[in-house]
């Protein structure tokens, strides 16, 4: 009912700088929450960053003050502005959304490899 695209993911170097993108179609007004995820290398999915369709906003610690979600609800995207990026940030990032009534998320994207190194 409701598909997710990433894009936006590649290599950059320790200290640079990547947007993500999470393009959302289909039933989209039954979406709550947004999030991004990401899974390194024989790790769990971990959520990074959250944002609800009222603007709040929930960090990882790991990324408090290096990360900064935002939408864009007239092109239906999530925008994920990554900065001062360190190698264990090496991972595949995944958007997700939640619907409305579920503390969960139910939809995911396919993921985009994100990987830091000199």
């Known amino acids: 009912q409701v598909q997710l695209v990433e894009s936006g993911g590649g290599l950059v170097q320790p200290g640079g700088s990547l947007r993500l993108s999470c393009t959302g179609s289909?039933?989209?007004?039954?979406?709550?929450?947004v999030g991004w995820y990401r899974q390194g290398p024989g790790t769990q999915r971990d959520l990074v960053a959250e944002?609800?369709?009222?603007?709040?906003?929930n960090y990882a610690d790991s990324v408090k003050g290096r990360f900064t979600i935002s939408k864009d609800s007239a092109k239906n995207t999530v925008s994920l502005q990554m900065d001062t990026l360190k190698p264990s940030d090496t991972a595949v990032y995944y958007c997700?959304?939640?619907?409305?009534?579920?503390?969960?998320?139910?939809?995911w994207g396919r993921g985009t490899q994100v990987t830091v190194s000199s």
């Open positions: 289909g039933n989209i007004l039954s979406i709550n929450a």
């Open positions: 944002i609800t369709t009222a603007g709040s906003t």
């Open positions: 997700a959304a939640q619907r409305f009534g579920r503390s969960s998320y139910d939809w």
